[in-house]
């Protein structure tokens, strides 16, 4: 797709000459010739870059520029200015604008200043759509059960979050969480607000993997028609997951351990080293030790990657947290599928934690999922549970944990008058700020909204 590039200047032999100037390298360029009309199309269209000229009849640059960025607060703007009216061009960089051009710039600058913006605006967009991205997925909440074990998981978590590089690698079987463990050391680490970028090294082709890892120049190799960043690259700052790190050819892991230790890599067809800050998390759901053993992995990877290292329990070595965790699925199943389901029978309880689980958490959420469609009333039955579930032999002396039925709350005395939209908002403000003991940075986080929105919020209610 086509970058949109809006120019708004009164002068229309010089706008004529910007937009052929632009249009021969590619862009989509449209004009106005006053801020009325430059903001009307603002409003109906979005434009990847406006060039503003500060000089024009009735409403003048600097107002159409305050005006532009209530439109869209993210626009990225060029202002066009004559000589001597540098302030002027300054006084709009304070309230907003990218850059500014003094006027009697030839075309070369002009596409030159395009170009610069529109990289600025990608990376810009990028980055945020990553941090967005890993915020919404993955709270700091995700990792869900009270065993012994799992609270073990979580104090480890804690402290592992607390050092800036040090490496992690989180063992386990399949489906018993590690990813989320992964986000969790990253939400809760000085990294929170850089990117998380998981990389599954089983599911990339070999003949890809560097590429996608280190990147590569332009001309580096037949089909490099221009130069491409990779996810250390791209992760700078933040954390790299490498899921199925056993996976890893073993002509790439000598590469790998060069990147842990010095900080550095070279993109592919690269000639200097580029410098980085990440932390490296690595999870396997195979003995890496064993793989060490076999030689299939590297003994001083193995030994650089586990300075820190996660154990994670099957299920079945948690029986405290199959209920509670089927419950909390069917909280997500209700919302999704509009079911009112309130809990799970007596019976089928028992099935649920008299089975072996050898998919871990990931089979208990689909058992839920399935059950939670094939169940029309308010509870789950032993016949709403998978085949191999039903016909399993109840383990003796298991007992349930009593955990309560979900919504399975006292009714009020007395009907009272539905809550206003504002008063739902305020009290669900309130209970994450308890959930947090009042950090505000954690409880942004947790309400997807930044620090400087809660305050406004708890000004607007009034919330100490």
């Not at 797709?1 to 021969?24: A, H, P, Q």
């Not at 060029?78 to 003094?102: D, K």
């Not at 070595?317 to 509670?324: G, M, T, V």
């Amino acid at each position: 797709m086509k970058e949109r590039i809006l120019i708004v200047d009164d002068e229309e032999d010089l706008t004529l000459g910007y937009s052929k100037c632009l249009s021969k390298v590619g862009y989509e360029v449209k004009t106005a010739s006053s801020g009325e009309e430059a903001l009307d199309m603002l409003r109906e269209e979005i434009y990847d870059l406006v060039f503003l000229d500060i000089r024009l009849p009735k409403m003048d640059g600097m107002e159409v520029l305050k005006k532009a960025l209530e439109i869209d607060p993210d626009l990225t703007v060029v202002m066009m200015t004559a000589h001597g009216s540098v302030e002027s061009a300054v006084e709009s960089m304070r309230i907003g604008a990218h850059n500014y051009l003094m006027k009697g710039f030839d075309h070369e600058e002009l596409r030159m200043v395009a170009k610069k913006a529109l990289e600025y605006i990608k990376l810009h967009r990028e980055n945020s759509y990553l941090k967005l991205k890993d915020r919404r997925r993955y709270p700091d909440t995700a990792i869900f059960g009270n065993s012994p074990k799992i609270r073990k998981v979580k104090d480890l978590i804690k402290v592992v979050a607390r050092t800036p590089k040090t490496s992690v690698l989180i063992q386990g079987e399949s489906g018993t969480g590690k990813e989320l463990v992964a986000w969790a050391v990253h939400n809760w680490s000085a990294r929170r607000d850089k990117p998380m970028i998981p990389i599954n090294c089983a599911a990339i082709p070999e003949t890809l993997m560097e590429s996608e890892l280190f990147g590569f120049e332009k001309g580096a190799f037949t089909d490099a028609k221009s130069m491409k960043k990779g996810v250390f690259e791209l992760a700078h700052g933040g954390t790299i997951f490498l899921d199925e790190i056993s996976s890893m050819n073993p002509t790439l892991q000598p590469k790998l351990l060069r990147v842990i230790e010095s900080q550095s890599f070279r993109r592919i067809g690269g000639t200097s080293d580029i410098k980085i800050d990440v932390r490296i998390i690595a999870a396997s759901n195979r003995d890496l030790f064993e793989c060490v053993k076999d030689g299939s992995f590297r003994e001083d990877l193995y030994y650089r990657l586990k300075v820190m290292e996660i154990n994670l329990p099957p299920l079945k070595e948690r029986l405290e947290d199959i209920i509670p965790m089927a419950k909390l699925f069917i909280e997500q199943n209700n919302k999704e599928f509009s079911k009112k389901i309130r809990g799970i029978s007596e019976k089928a309880q028992q099935l649920l934690v008299s089975y072996d689980w050898p998919g871990n958490v990931r089979e208990l959420k689909n058992v839920i999922e399935r059950a939670a469609i094939l169940c029309q009333g308010d509870m789950i039955d032993v016949e709403h549970l998978a085949i191999e579930i039903q016909n399993t032999p109840q383990k003796e002396n298991i007992q349930v944990p009593a955990v309560p039925m979900i919504d399975e709350e006292p009714e009020p005395e007395e009907q009272k008058e539905p809550l206003t939209l504002q008063e739902v908002e305020r009290e669900h403000i309130i209970k994450t700020l308890r959930e947090f003991n009042g950090n505000k940075s954690k409880a942004a986080r947790a309400l997807q909204i930044s620090r400087s929105t809660l305050r406004e919020k708890l000004k607007q209610y009034g919330i100490e």
